[in-house]
């Protein structure tokens, strides 16, 4: 994936896959990072928007002089295990007038710590560092200047120039170096994204957002392994000039089978089927751990090695260090994985195809330790870093992993020690609903004893683990409205209550807006929610997306886009609709 800025520079983009050293990091570090711009030489007016339907994205310029476009893809290769070989296409188009334009080719490897070398081969310009080469090929002139890559020229209506960027060491030469193929390209990428949108089986009212939001959830696959990422970006901070920056570019089992219940809500099986190959492989190579059987996340390829590291050398989204590599996180206990992994699972079970024997195994493997452990302190949904606690959150998650799996056991006739499961479930309620419920707030907590509120506890109706229209928990969400909601906006807690171990504020947290719009629909408060969603929905960039938080003025905090905010747009949506009728 490649972010592109309002502008026409790619100031985001790490080659070959997401958890790779990235090419280009200005959005980082505008100096050290890399780019690669292409813009008009003269004052023009910029707007965006995707070619409708798909992810190729489209800027246009508009001057006095004409109106020209940029349209920016990567084509989809036929076979999903060739990925690896990268190939970004830029094709500047006049349509309008006449306009100068020229283009900027700074790529800087290994987040600006390796150098490279630039080289002319075959009328292509090679650049060679220590770990990767990339080569771009044009149909306009170039010149080569201290390492970048140079262009200048001139288009009248009906004329285009094309940039294609790619891996120069795999051996085959460009596939798409003149005008022909890349219209060709061009054609065959937005036929693929239509087809694969159209299997989408939602009818309803927010349709432009709920597909955009499954578009960018499909970007966000890594396709070999059928990973899904949280996000595809690093250190975008939480907070400007904060140090809540964190590296998102990896595989959460929670945000994954969350999105693998999104994806199957809308009727894409296929990527609920490469997510099966993951987890199934994670389990055959799993061992005996106290910590659990799995790891909270993992690299796109399945590879446990995330050490997080600092690279002092980079300055930081608008200052904001440290910038981030791999995330500590990992070696944390986050109990809750195996109940969105196991509800995932159930689902798939349900909606997609009936799951293998060897995925079962898995499932009794994870509900065992889960039957074992459930009664213990971690980390919690939240990631904290000031010392594990009680979370009623991560109770839930684990009520949920056994009795999804019970379920699957009787709809299956499967294998089971159904009585240990069911006592195991019925501990962790009747703990919940004693040791979380706080007779003074008259509301759920945060953790067992406390009296923090916290919005993960929004899941609580959403799971099925209590009545919408319980009057405890609607004692719970109209405190919950009270205290940590702004304007529809949602807090996930507030840190001066409840520590986190980290310094500064952060934004409102946009699945927790979209938990409490399901929640306030769930139980029969639906102009509410439908309010609080139309709200929601103009917090979005003016592409439709999201990053994980919201800041003060609506601006946009934290990885971009942001995998849990869409999959949680898209059930949000399914729920209005459904109230609504």
Known sequence: MALVGTDGTIDWCCVPRFDAPSIFASVLDRDRGGFFSLTTDVPA?????????????ITRFMSDDGIAEVQDFMPVPADRHEAERFQ?????????GELPFRAHVAPRFDYGLQPHTLREHEGRAVFESASLSVALNSTAPFELVDGDVLSSFRLKQGEDVVFCLDRAEMGTPPMYGTAEQAEAAFT????????????????GRWREAVHRSALTLKLMTYAPSGAIVAAPTTSLPE?????????????????????????????FTEEADQFMEFLSARVRASSPDPEGPLQIMYRVDGSESLSERRLDHLEGYEGSAPVRVGNDAVNQLQLDIYGALVDSIYLYNKWGQPISSGVWE??????????????????????????????LYSRLMCWVAIERAIRVA?????PADLVRWGRARDAIY???????????????VQHRDGHVLDASVLMMPLSKFVAPSDPRWLSTLDLLGDKLVSDSLVYRYDPHLSPDGLQGEEGTMSICT?????????????????LAFEKMITYANHLGLYAEQLGPTGEQLGNFPQAFTHLSLISAAFNIDRALG
Request: charged residues 30%.
């Open 410 to 414: 009787h709809q299956r006739g499967l």
């Open 430 to 444: 009747y703990q919940i609903m004693d040791r979380f419920w706080d007779a003074d707030l008259k509301a759920f």
């Open 88 to 96: 970004l296409i830029r094709r500047v188009r006049c349509v309008r």
């Open 362 to 391: 898995g499932v009794t493997t994870f509900v065992e330790w889960v039957c074992e452990n459930w009664d213990q302190a971690d980390e919690g949904v939240w990631e904290t870093r000031g010392g594990r606690r009680d979370f």
């Open 188 to 203: 065959e990428t937005v036929e693929y994204w239509r087809r694969w949108l159209s299997a989408s089986r939602y009818r």
């Open 45 to 57: 007016i910029t707007r965006q928007f995707y070619f409708p339907d798909t992810n190729v994205l």
């Open 514 to 530: 979209f938990w409490y719009v399901e929640a306030l629909s769930r139980a029969g408060r639906v102009d509410e929610a439908r």
């Open 239 to 267: 907070r400007v000039g904060g140090e809540r920056n964190w590296d998102y570019r990896y595989v959460w089992v929670r945000d994954a089978a969350f999105c693998v219940y999104a994806m199957l809500r809308l009727g």
